[in-house]
């Protein structure tokens, strides 16, 4: 069952979003060679705690930390620890954000230093594809919409969907109805009307689109060691057309 949120309810998202957003923005200028993906974690959650918040990823299915934090290969789903990052790196940042009862989500990969012209264009393409799947997130479209021009955008790039993660529904609780695959048939699937809050997230391999877990059964990383990019908002469908509830892109 989709669960449409009132206006007010969707400002009260909007507050939770606005404190993501910040937090982002603090963990890319924190984001430089020899800091700990450990230190970010524990940045994160002085600062949504700070803010009157909560980390909606500590403790959320047995999940230790406040941040995924994922460099590389690794997809989504890293947990923090000793990881010092390096020149070249690129890392995605996944922070969730609990305000009075309602959560936002949002992710972004984050070069370290100069990286590779492949990895600067794979991370080009993947925040594109975000941008042109929140697009279609408008009253009348369908969610096959979204799916299908994110996979558009990916793959006219050049780059691999990852067809078994997807998007999911948000509000009360992080994930809600409806999975968002990030692959599909345009004119597909439920129809978007207002009230609707979804949490848009391609995930993209510059190699293969498979996957396999780490051996902490959390980390989701390429199969074939292929570099990879997570971008992500949590988007609103009203009748003025979507709303990026988590605007890290302004901050």
């Known amino acids: 069952m989709i669960i449409r949120k009132t206006p007010e309810q969707i400002d009260q998202m909007a507050a939770a979003g606005a404190i993501q957003a910040r937090c982002l923005k603090m963990l890319r200028a924190k ?25 909606s990823f500590k403790g959320y299915r047995g999940f230790p930390g406040s941040i995924c934090a994922s460099p590389n290969s690794m997809v989504v789903h890293g ?6 990052l390096k020149r070249g790196d690129v890392i995605a940042l996944d922070v969730g954000v609990t305000k009075d009862g309602w959560v936002a989500d949002a992710a ?4 370290i230093g100069p990286i590779k012209p492949e990895a600067r264009e794979l991370l080009d393409a993947t925040r594109g594809a975000l941008f042109a799947g929140a697009d279609q997130a408008r009253p009348g479209n369908h969610l096959g919409d979204v799916s299908a021009a994110v996979q558009r955008h990916v793959e006219d790039s050049g780059f691999s969907i990852i067809r078994s993660l997807v998007g999911h529904g948000i509000g009360r ?20 009307e ?14 293969g689109p498979n996957v396999r877990v780490g ?6 990383y ?15 469908v009203t009748d003025n057309g979507p709303r990026i509830l988590t605007p890290w892109h302004e901050e």
């Open 222 to 236: 390429s199969a074939d060691g292929s570099l990879a990019a997570h971008f992500e908002f949590t988007v609103a």
């Open 194 to 207: 207002p009230g609707m809050v979804l949490a848009i997230e391609p995930m993209v391999n510059a190699g």
């Open 173 to 192: 609780d992080m994930h809600e109805d409806p999975q968002i695959p990030n692959y599909g048939e345009p004119g597909r699937g439920p129809k978007l």
């Open 79 to 84: 947990i923090p620890g000793p990881y010092a």
């Open 31 to 55: 984001c430089h060679p020899g800091i700990t993906t450990a230190e970010l974690d524990e940045a994160a959650d002085r600062f949504i705690t700070a803010q009157g918040a909560t980390p």
């Open 215 to 220: 051996d902490d059964s959390w980390a989701v």
């Open 108 to 111: 972004q990969t984050v070069p």
